[in-house]
């Protein structure tokens, strides 16, 4: 009786370590759920479409504007977990900065990839929620110091250097090249936490960083303008895991 007691609280605790293990490896599948905003600037579609289709664990929902940020609001926010910017807008009306913001308070995560640095040139606050700025015209910063515009040059073949190896969005990647599209004269706020910078002139210092904005963890990405990048494995194991950290 003990024997057939034992062999059966053994079978019982074995189903319930398979049962356990099936309910990880369900949690482990589910995708995180993105939504793409996109429009304001062109960009080459088919390989960008690549790109998101291999993003692994990832599901992509693409919005475009001028309706986009109509995703913000309430009743819209639980189709999507992560949202990633690859837009370039120039308008924001009120209500939409308020929709903007109450999805941050809610703790939205972000990733502003590329162009996405440039939106929203007339409204300040976009610069304090990614942690820096294009300026498309000369600025003066927060010390009365004069600066020239930003700048962009295409094709650049440059060295990325990892500021931060440990970082959850950096991890497992060492030092790469790309061929990119750089961005010089931007501003980066000194409050960010830098993931990657380079010594190429033609770029602002620091092109990836952390930013914390109300309840949302936020990563800026300078990198991604074509088919160079999309295809360049770190940079695509750099957006998979910016995506899965801010989630």
């Known amino acids: 009786m003990k024997t057939t007691i034992k062999i059966t609280t053994i079978a019982i605790l074995a189903m319930m370590m398979l049962f356990n293990a099936g309910v990880v490896a369900q949690k482990k599948k589910t995708p995180v759920r993105v939504l793409l905003v996109t429009g304001g600037h062109g960009f080459a579609r088919e390989p960008f ?16 504007h001028p309706n986009a940020l109509a995703m913000f609001r309430p009743e819209n926010r639980a189709s999507y977990d992560v949202v990633l910017f690859y837009d370039m807008p120039e308008a924001i009306s009120e ?13 939205k995560g972000m990733v502003i990839m590329h162009h996405a640095y440039c939106s929203y040139q007339g409204w300040p606050e976009y610069k304090t929620i990614i942690g820096g700025r294009y300026h498309q015209k000369p600025w003066t910063d927060s010390k009365g110091v004069e600066h020239p515009a930003s700048t962009y040059k295409h094709d650049v073949r440059f060295r ?20 990119d599209e750089t961005y010089g004269n931007g501003s980066v706020n000194p409050g960010v936490h830098v993931l990657l910078a380079t010594d190429e002139p033609t770029s602002t210092p620091s092109i990836a960083w952390t930013n914390r904005y109300g309840k949302s963890n936020i990563v800026t990405i300078l990198l991604g303008h074509d088919n160079h990048a999309w295809t360049n494995p770190s940079f695509v194991k ?10």
């Not at 998101?52 to 929902?61: A, F, G, Y």
């Not at 990325?160 to 061929?179: E, L, N, Q, S």
């Open 49 to 64: 479409e690549a790109l998101m289709k291999s993003l692994p664990n990832i599901t992509v929902t693409e919005v475009k």
């Open 160 to 179: 990325v250097k990892v500021a931060d190896k440990k970082h959850p969005v950096t991890k497992g990647i060492k030092d790469f090249d790309i061929i």
């Open 95 to 107: 209500q939409e900065k308020t929709d903007f913001m109450d999805c941050l308070k809610a703790g």
């Open 238 to 247: 750099l957006l998979t895991q910016a995506i899965m950290w801010v989630k």
